[in-house]
């Protein structure tokens, strides 16, 4: 099953494990996409649109791991 949305922390560990501070900045860019919401946790966007925004912007990181829970 894949995700179909993706908070801070997916989108932290999908660009290789990069800081939160490092998300945050990357969701100020224009070319970031909008949020799907924003929940007490925090913003949430499509899991599509950021892989779109992967597959322009950080080419090298290729196809998302399809993630299975049991």
Do not use: F, K, N
């Not at 894949?2 to 100020?28: K, N, P, W």
């Not at 970031?32 to 899991?47: C, F, K, M, S």
């Amino acid at each position: 099953m894949t995700r179909q949305l993706m908070g801070m922390t997916e989108i932290r560990l999908r660009l290789g494990g990069i800081t939160r501070q490092r998300v945050h900045q990357l969701a100020l860019r224009d070319d970031w996409p909008e949020p799907y919401d924003e929940l007490i946790q925090g913003r949430v966007w499509r899991a599509a649109d950021i892989e779109a925004w992967i597959r322009v912007h950080r080419p090298a990181l290729g196809q998302p791991q399809t993630s299975h829970r049991d």
